[in-house]
């Protein structure tokens, strides 16, 4: 059983930068592949962005390429996504998950991920 466990949400304005954390815990809590979706007011939750186990490959959704960055430390069992220049559009419930039988490869798909965290609100006012 893996847990993941996010920090970091908040209000803010457009413009403003924010970091969210995700930190797993549980067997081979560092071989999988792990990804950022977000899910606003009304709308289906989607892929925002993933990182390989060893962080040598990353995805971005089209909607935050340039601006939102994804690493992890393997060490540390932690992802972290970091938001630049956010706007209104990118408010939304933002969940961490993990897919336990990705290792070289990054899904996009939702139904890839096999564990999933309670999610954190970011709130970006105009």
């Known amino acids: 059983q893996v847990q993941l466990i996010e920090s970091g949400g908040g209000l803010v304005q457009t413009g403003d930068s924010l970091r969210l954390s995700c930190t797993a815990s549980g067997p081979r809590s560092t071989t999988y592949a792990m990804a950022w979706f977000r899910q606003a007011p009304g709308k289906a939750r989607e892929f925002v962005a993933g990182?390989?186990?060893?962080?040598?490959?990353?995805v971005y959704a089209d909607s935050v390429k340039g601006r939102f960055t994804i690493s992890r430390d393997g060490a540390k069992n932690t992802v972290w996504l970091e938001m630049n220049s956010l706007k209104p559009e990118d408010t939304a419930v933002y969940y961490c998950?993990?897919?336990?039988?990705?290792?070289?490869?990054?899904?996009?798909?939702?139904?890839?991920?096999?564990?999933w965290g309670q999610g954190t609100q970011v709130t970006v006012s105009s």
């Open positions: 998950a993990a897919d336990i039988n990705a290792l070289y490869y990054v899904s996009t798909t939702e139904s890839r991920y096999d564990y």
């Open positions: 990182i390989t186990w060893s962080g040598s490959r990353t």
